[in-house]
C-alpha cells in the first residue's frame, strides 16, 4: 500500500504500472483534495481503477467530467439519452471478434485524441474479458539512446481506415455485432502526430504508435516504415511492460492514452460482457521536437 496518500489507499501494481484505489466512494462529486490525490495516483501509475463502484449513468458523466470535458467519440452509436457513453457489449451467443481486440489507443487518429477512457464494468463474464494495458513510457525508457535520438524526431501518420473506413475491418465483418457501428469515408482523413509523445504533465516520453491507426512513419519508404513499427510493437508488448488487467462488476478503470496501449482480451465466448465508456478531450500529442 502506497502511503504517500492522505485521502486514497493505493495498491499498484509490479513496476508501478497499474493500481487499484479504495477507500473513497467515486459516486459524489470528490472533494478537491480528493480529487488531486487520484490526479497524482493517475498520473504515477497510468491506470488506476476503482473496485466496487456501482454507478448510475449520471453519475459516470459526472465522474468524468472532473478530468475534463468528455472527448469525441466518432465511429460507435452512443447510448440513447447520454451522447458520451458508448456501451462495449457483447452477447452470449455473439460471434463478431469481441471491441477492441487489437493494441490501441483510444482514438489517436483525432487532431486531439482524448486524453483518457473510463470504462464501467457492468456485467462481466465468469472468465476471459481481461483487458491488457502496455506501458509506453517504459518501454520506450529501455530503448538505447541511438534508437531514441532516431525515434525522437519522427512523426507517425494515424488514421481511423483500417477498422472504420469503407473498405475497412468493420465495412467486410460478415457476424451480426451488438455494438452499432458506423462506417464512414471520414474515417480516411489522416493527422500525424509526434511518434514519441511528452506527457504534459509528467513530462515522460512514450511511444505513440499503435498496430490499428498508425498507417505509417512520415518521410520513410513502405518498407522501413513496416519494419520499424513492427520492431517497436513487438518490443512494446513484452511482458515486462504489460499489465493484465482483471474486472469485477461494478469496477470502474481509467487509463491515460497519451502513453499506454490497451487490448480487449476476449475469451468468453458464450458469456454476456457489458461495459460503459467515456473519453476525457485531450490535447494536441506535443513531441520531443516541434511539427
Ligand atoms: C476498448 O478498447 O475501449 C475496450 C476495452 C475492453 O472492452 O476491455
Redesign the pocket.
Request: proline share 0%; aromatic share 10%; no cysteine.
Given at each position: 500500500m502506497n502511503s504517500d496518500f492522505r485521502y486514497i489507499r493505493v495498491k499498484s501494481e509490479p513496476h508501478g504500472f497499474g493500481a487499484s484505489i479504495a477507500g473513497i466512494s467515486i459516486g459524489e462529486p470528490l472533494p478537491a483534495v480528493v480529487l488531486e490525490e487520484v490526479k497524482q495516483a493517475w498520473a504515477r501509475h497510468l491506470v488506476i481503477c476503482f473496485p466496487d463502484q456501482p454507478l448510475s449513468h449520471e453519475q459516470l458523466e459526472a465522474f468524468t467530467l472532473q478530468f475534463g470535458h468528455f472527448g469525441v467519440d466518432p465511429y460507435i452509436v452512443a447510448m440513447e439519452a447520454h451522447p458520451h457513453i458508448l456501451e462495449?457489449r457483447r452477447e452470449p451467443d455473439e460471434k463478431a471478434v469481441?471491441?477492441?481486440a487489437q493494441w490501441?489507443s483510444?482514438w489517436s487518429f483525432q487532431e486531439q485524441p482524448p486524453a483518457g477512457?473510463i470504462?464501467h464494468s457492468k456485467v462481466t463474464p465468469p472468465v476471459g474479458?481481461?483487458?491488457l494495458f502496455a506501458d509506453g513510457c517504459r518501454a520506450y525508457d529501455d530503448l538505447s539512446e541511438t534508437m531514441k535520438g532516431l525515434l525522437d524526431n519522427l512523426f507517425a501518420v494515424h488514421s481511423a481506415r483500417v477498422p472504420y473506413g469503407k473498405d475497412g475491418l468493420f465495412a467486410k465483418e460478415t457476424e451480426a455485432r451488438s455494438m452499432k457501428i458506423v462506417i464512414s469515408e471520414d474515417a480516411d482523413k489522416i493527422f500525424t502526430h509526434p511518434l514519441v509523445r511528452v506527457h504534459p504533465i509528467t513530462g515522460r516520453r512514450a511511444l505513440y504508435i499503435s498496430p490499428v491507426y498508425t498507417l505509417g512513419i512520415q518521410g520513410m519508404s513502405r518498407g522501413e516504415s513496416a519494419s520499424l513499427l513492427s520492431y517497436l510493437y513487438q518490443h512494446m508488448v513484452q511482458d515486462e511492460y504489460i499489465y493484465r488487467?482483471r474486472?469485477t462488476p461494478n469496477m470502474l478503470t481509467l487509463w491515460d492514452n497519451r502513453c499506454t496501449l490497451?487490448?480487449?482480451?476476449g475469451g468468453y465466448d458464450g458469456h454476456l460482457?457489458v461495459?460503459h465508456?467515456t473519453t476525457i478531450a485531450g490535447e494536441r500529442p506535443i513531441g520531443v521536437i516541434s511539427a
Open positions: 462495449v469481441n471491441f477492441g490501441h483510444d477512457t470504462l474479458g481481461d483487458t488487467h474486472w490497451h487490448n480487449a482480451d460482457r461495459m465508456r
